[in-house]
């Protein structure tokens, strides 16, 4: 029945996302241009302008929201399960900033950007490997990972990445590139089109129905590793074969997108309160909840240029991350209280 509502919920939201905008376009208009482009109907009266702005502008960018949305959903459920964290996300750790860095990298200086978005998405994917590679180990050098070293270590490497990301704008010879970084810094769904929704969207399922079936080994891994191997689960293989997938998952996102934070820790959280902590339903829901909210979250980011003189429009990663930085900081003291009273 979840499923069935938020899938209704998100067919909903998408046709209003197409609808809702500074130019606000009927909802039957909406539906009309769409099946004339598909070919079930004939032409209408709209105007050119119309069914330029429904087909070729917000149709794509809210498809490529629901992809984005629902991809950082499925990577923060896998993240905190493989790392036993309530607090970690690609954002938090640095990963989003790591694929950042890969992906100004190879429009910054030609490499692997010959390729296209597929060049694109393999560099921010190689980024968001080394990150967390590099925030694992630092976590790791007390011999015992705990969600403090966790966070400052990926804190640290998100700051260090980013600093990357300014010096690579600044000596990088190709002057639009600015305008790139700052939206893959603050994130932003601004430059969607058709051609970019198909890597991530086969990446989404393909990834997704994979985790789905490997359900029973993340339920395993967050009762801890020594019952996850009694289990019979190889928890060294299946954790760097996870850890891969999601970094491969989130360079995706990252190359479309931009970094669009704590769309990955708040999701997660939502679902588990409703349903528990079983990732056949969680992964599935925390899908089809992030589509729902980041598809949103544009909208209000849409709406805010509307009412400001001022052409430039509001990333939705600002959107995300006045929603999600209180979150976090609640998530926080409420971890740090949890390990005060078990150790009372």
């Not at 996102?253 to 588990?272: C, D, E, Q």
């Not at 899908?287 to 980011?301: M, R």
Request: hydrophobic share 55%; proline share 4%.
């Amino acid at each position: 029945m979840l499923l069935l509502g938020l899938s209704g919920i998100l067919f909903l939201s998408a046709i209003l996302g197409v609808s809702l905008g500074p130019v606000s376009i009927p909802v039957n208009t909406v539906w009309s241009v769409v099946a004339y482009k598909i070919g079930f109907i004939p032409a209408g009266n709209w105007s050119a302008g119309v069914e330029n702005i429904v087909w070729l502008i917000r149709l794509p960018r809210v498809l490529l929201a629901v992809i984005v949305g629902g991809g950082l959903a499925v990577v923060g459920v896998t993240l905190q399960a493989l790392v036993r964290n309530p607090l970690a996300d690609p954002y938090v750790l640095g990963i989003s900033s790591g694929a950042s860095v890969g992906a100004v990298l190879a429009i910054g200086f030609g490499v692997l950007a010959s390729f296209g978005t597929l060049g694109i998405s393999f560099a921010a994917f190689i980024g968001a490997v080394i990150a967390f590679v590099v925030v694992y180990t630092l976590a790791n050098l007390g011999k015992r990972i705990t969600p403090e070293s966790l966070i400052l270590a990926g804190i640290g490497v998100g700051y260090i990445c980013t600093g990357t990301t300014s010096f690579i704008t600044l000596t990088s010879s190709k002057r639009q590139l600015a305008g790139q970084v700052l939206a893959w810094t603050l994130g932003s769904l601004a430059r969607a089109s058709w051609f970019d929704l198909s890597l991530p969207s086969l990446t989404l399922l393909i990834i997704t129905a994979y985790l789905i079936l490997q359900a029973r080994s993340l339920n395993a891994l967050i009762l801890g590793d020594e019952t996850a191997s009694v289990l019979g689960i190889n928890v060294d293989v299946f954790r760097r074969k996870v850890f891969m997938l999601v970094a491969f998952i989130t360079g995706v996102m990252v190359a479309v997108s931009g970094s669009i934070g704590f769309i990955g820790l708040m999701v997660p959280h939502m679902v588990r309160f409703v349903v528990g902590s079983d990732h056949r339903k969680v992964l599935p829901l925390s899908l089809l909840v992030g589509s729902i909210f980041l598809v949103w979250a544009d909208v209000i980011a849409r709406g805010f240029h509307s009412t400001i003189d001022n052409p430039i429009e509001l990333p939705v990663g600002v959107v995300t991350s006045i929603l999600g930085g209180p979150f976090f900081l609640w998530l926080m003291w409420k971890t740090r209280l949890k390990r005060r009273i078990e150790n009372l």
